[in-house]
């Protein structure tokens, strides 16, 4: 192993998905010295790089921003904020413009030459804003894993120590400022783009105090082939699904009928076939995003007149819209230090309870990046050199120090995890008596995670640890929230509870706690409602 | 899963490393990249996009392959125009027109409504 690699910056960024690409280009622009380190590759990382996506693009007049604000509400539970949607939209107008200009993304063209700016390609636009940052005199770091948060003696967090894992040397950074990107958790269910968001930025936040909200809009579920990684939910809205003697599966759909996919898989093998799909459509879908059709064409499938066989693969919080909770309109945590953007933060400011498509996400990633990074380089500017002389502790724990003998049990650990949270009996279909049993079973692997858990391979103990904190604190979101609403649905609890319309936050490692988070009211309707 | 590295194709040039994102791939003794932790790989394809010689193939099973199978074997692959079909699609490569100018989906909020043909 090679000596430790001691690194300095003013902002040090978590992650290199959209957000934290954002995230490191504000606060470069906003003249810190930037520091981004990524577990895999910036380019490639994360759910957007290897996918395409819709974006939250809406011209600024009042009509539209209005009908855009107002269209996922019910959906949403009633949970998001009308000030965050229109300061989303503000910055995601101006963020998607400076990305047609000086960031040179090609944006398709309509017939009269206009660029159509509401959707980009995962691959193009992450490889632009790699070389976009690099102009801007960011520095990379790739497959760099942070391992913990470091504070400061006064808790504030000072830094991050990780492990170049190409070369096997661990790094240590000192800086003014953190922000976490690091995405949501899809506990490595194989959905595309998603292994390398293990929940790992909310493991770091936790350690150091901050808690999360949302936690119980956590059960995103995304129709693939059976054999397959790739989601694209919403081109199954063109779909008919099929049982495998033929027969149509009544009340499915890629939508509302997602849950009775759900139901059938239980038991059962369930088909689709884009036979909504016509011409027209098929062809814009291919050009739409090309990599949906990788599955079919190397196995000679043809979607629109073959029945295949699909699966739903859990996307946890990267679709769901959990995560560490936002203190502040700079994306702020309420530690000193640390902000969070994208993912790995709550998206309910915007989203509420339920996410469908990726626009939101998309547009929640570089308005989140772009507040954390500029509110980070105020923090760290203000702070001055002062910031790198500081005597920093290390702040991980679980998978890194354990309290008694240390045991390699990751592998049985991840298996554990998965079992608690992939099945849709447990997870998509909830009831209070599965999730109680299912988060004492949590409970018992967390004590022993605690007291032994540490692998050789540092990287996946803690993501091992990240997963299954994050099991715990959705269930116990799910089960303080005893009704339905979002994408949270209670079999025991069908029913919205007017009474109930709040956020929740959780928070605690060893110990989890829970307590309602009011919405502010925004609208006379809220009024009304509230 | 990633299934292939062409020897013939590859030149060595490490991008493919780099750019995993889960960090399968090790360099070989002789600078060909091996793969070298194939149950990481997430089946996500962007190695190939990476490739500038089209020397990977990754098949799109969650699962490994068999011994034997059609999607191991280059020439296959080559004949089925399926090497650096991925990089083609999203218009990467000297002389291409990127695929994001062209990327204008369906309309995702309205299907063309139809009854469903049965089996």
Known sequence: MIDILDLTADVLVVGGGPAGAWAALKAAQAGADVLLVDKGYLGTSGATASAGTGVWYVEPEAKAREAAMASRENLNGHLSD????????DQTYANINELAAAGRYPFPRDADGAELRKGVQ??????????????????????????????????????????????????????????????????????LGCDVNTGDGALFAAEVGAALSGMEFSNAYAIAPEFSTVTKTAYYSYASFYREDGTVLDGAGSQRG????????????????????DAAVQAAMRLGQPNFFLPFDRMRINPFTDRFPITLLLEGTVRGTGGVRIAGEDCSTGIPGLYVAGDVATRELICGGFTGGGSHNSAWAMSSGTWAGQAAARHATALGPNARRRKLTAAGRTGLRPTGAAAD??????????????????????????????????????????????GADRLASRQAAAMLAHARWMYTAALARTESRGMHKRLDHPESDPGRRHRLIVGGLDELWSSPDPVRPHTPLDLAVA | MIELVSRGRCITCDRCIAACPTNVFDRGPDGVPVVARQSDCQTCFMCEAYCPTDALFVAPNVAPLAEGDPLRDEQYLESAGLLGSYRAEIGWGHGRTPGARLAVGPDLHRPTATTPKGP
């Open chain 1, 258 to 277: 997602r849950s009775v996919i759900a139901r059938e898989l239980l038991h059962a093998r369930v088909f689709a076939r884009l036979d909504k799909a």
């Open chain 1, 409 to 454: 049990t990751i592998a049985e650990l991840v298996r554990a995890v998965r079992a608690e949270t992939h099945p849709y009996d447990k997870n998509y279909l909830r009831r209070g008596d599965v999730l109680t049993a299912s988060l004492a079973t949590l409970n018992e692997h967390w004590a022993d995670a605690r007291a032994h858990l540490r």
């Open chain 1, 82 to 89: 009308r000030r965050w949607m229109a300061r989303v939209l």
């Open chain 1, 122 to 191: 995962g691959p193009e636009y992450m490889r632009r804003m790699r070389a976009w940052l690099k102009r801007s005199g960011v520095r990379i770091l790739d497959h760099s894993p942070v391992l913990e948060l470091m504070t400061d003696a006064t808790g504030a967090v000072a830094g991050v120590a990780g492990h170049r894992r190409q070369i096997d040397q661990p790094y240590r950074v000192r800086a003014g400022a953190v922000v976490l990107a690091t995405g949501g958790c899809a506990f490595l269910s194989r959905a």
